[in-house]
């Protein structure tokens, strides 16, 4: 059995604190934020047996084997830190930070420590996500040219929320563009090349976003994602052989179209249950089980590889978190 602790009371620590309940071998047993009352609402509403008010006294609970921190990114490091330097195992809400330099620290600290340590991007562990990385694999579509994804939200948003605060790593990039930008590398890797460009808004963080990625094997990244328009958040994947459409929501697809070429369509459909947060859940129990201190699905490498594109985009498009 593993036993749990949840670090912060929000809508997506309510998400996993959901999906925990479809996992085997899992209990939630506790759960802490800065506001007692908060913890205490959330533990109730989802059978946690204990409620702290700080960070560290849900660090501290010996019965506690793993910790999900959700609170919103700008927060992730000192939680995370927390955690890791009393022991317990992390399962950070992505991005990992708002930087590149803080994430690398985090790393650096659970590996000193031998503290297990896994970016929560759920989309690396969704079965359908998996299952084209399987099929690509296997030379579905042949060798891949082109990702194209995007991400909008439609907005509007108030001045002073987190999506506009530059203090709180806000705007479209961290929150929405680094799906876009995981499923990329996911399937090509680190670019040799990269642009972009961004409309900012008056608190200087991104509105609406433009990325493109070139390889040097020829391949092309078509990204975006924004806060000005609710767009289609499909993905689409070509080969040289045929293609795969992956519908809204790209990172959490329902179903799969494959495109071979000469042949039907062929739709591969997912199993509906949960919300698609148990899998990294599962992810977490595995690794533990076996003694790993990160996991071979999302690695350290992995995540770090992605906050170093997620920098690079920023300093392009002229971001600055304060």
């Given at each position: 059995m593993t036993?749990?602790?949840?670090?912060?009371?929000?809508?997506?620590?309510?998400?996993?604190?959901?999906?925990?309940?479809?996992?085997?071998?899992?209990e939630l047993?506790?759960?802490?934020?800065?506001?007692?009352e908060?913890?205490?609402?959330f533990?109730?509403?989802y059978?946690?047996?204990?409620?702290?008010?700080?960070?560290?006294?849900?660090?501290?609970?010996?019965?506690?084997?793993?910790?999900?921190v959700a609170?919103p990114?700008?927060?992730?490091?000192?939680?995370a830190m927390?955690?890791?330097?009393?022991?317990?195992a992390?399962?950070l809400?992505?991005?990992?930070?708002?930087?590149?330099?803080?994430?690398?620290e985090?790393?650096?600290?659970?590996r000193?420590?031998?503290?297990f340590?896994?970016?929560?991007?759920w989309?690396?562990?969704n079965?359908m996500?998996?299952?084209?990385v399987e099929?690509?694999a296997d030379?579905?579509?042949?060798?891949?040219?082109g990702?194209?994804?995007?991400?909008?939200?439609?907005?509007?948003?108030?001045p002073e929320h987190?999506?506009?605060n530059?203090?709180l790593?806000?705007?479209?990039?961290?929150?929405?563009?680094i799906?876009?930008?995981?499923?990329?590398?996911?399937?090509l890797?680190?670019?040799?090349?990269?642009?972009s460009?961004a409309?900012?808004?008056?608190?200087?963080?991104?509105?609406?976003?433009?990325i493109?990625?070139?390889?040097d094997?020829?391949?092309?990244?078509?990204l975006?994602?924004?806060?000005?328009?609710?767009?289609?958040?499909?993905?689409?994947i070509?080969?040289?052989?045929g293609?795969?459409?992956?519908?809204?929501p790209?990172?959490?697809?329902?179903?799969?179209?494959?495109?071979?070429?000469?042949?039907e369509?062929?739709?591969?459909?997912?199993d509906?249950?949960?919300?698609g947060?148990?899998?990294?859940?599962?992810?977490?129990?595995?690794c533990?089980?076996?003694?790993?201190?990160?996991?071979?699905?999302?690695?350290?490498a992995?995540t770090?590889?992605v906050?170093?594109?997620?920098?690079?985009?920023?300093?392009?498009i002229?971001?600055?978190?304060?």
């Open positions: 036993r749990w602790g949840i670090l912060a009371t929000g809508h997506i620590a309510s998400r996993f604190a959901e999906d925990l309940r479809l996992v085997p071998d899992a047993v506790a759960v802490g934020s800065r506001a007692v908060s913890a205490r609402r533990a109730d509403t059978g946690a047996k204990r409620a702290y008010g700080s960070w560290v006294e849900l660090a501290a609970d010996p019965e506690v084997d793993a910790i999900y609170t990114h700008s927060a992730h490091y000192e939680a927390t955690c890791l330097t009393a022991g317990r992390v399962l809400e992505k991005p990992f930070t708002l930087d590149l330099a803080t994430s690398t985090l790393v650096e600290t659970a000193a420590a031998g503290v340590l896994m970016e929560a991007m989309m690396r562990l079965p996500i998996l299952r084209v099929l690509i030379g579905a579509i042949g060798a891949v040219t990702v194209r994804a995007d991400f909008g939200v439609a907005g509007p948003f108030a987190r999506m506009r530059a203090a790593g806000g705007g479209a990039l961290l929150d929405l563009g799906y876009p930008i995981s499923l990329a590398h996911l399937l890797g680190v670019p040799q090349h990269i642009r460009w409309q900012l808004g008056p608190e200087g963080t991104d509105e609406n976003t433009g493109l990625f070139g390889y094997t020829g391949a092309l990244a078509t975006s994602c924004g806060m000005v328009g609710l767009s289609g958040q499909t993905a689409s070509t080969g040289t052989t293609r795969i459409d992956l519908p809204e790209f990172f959490r697809p329902g179903s799969v179209t494959l495109h071979r070429a000469g042949a369509p062929e739709t591969l459909v997912a509906g249950a949960g919300n947060y148990q899998y990294e859940a599962i992810e977490v129990q595995r533990l089980a076996a003694g790993l201190t990160e996991s071979p699905a999302v690695s350290h992995t770090l590889e906050m170093a594109l997620l920098d690079m985009v920023r300093e392009q002229g971001v600055r978190y304060v």
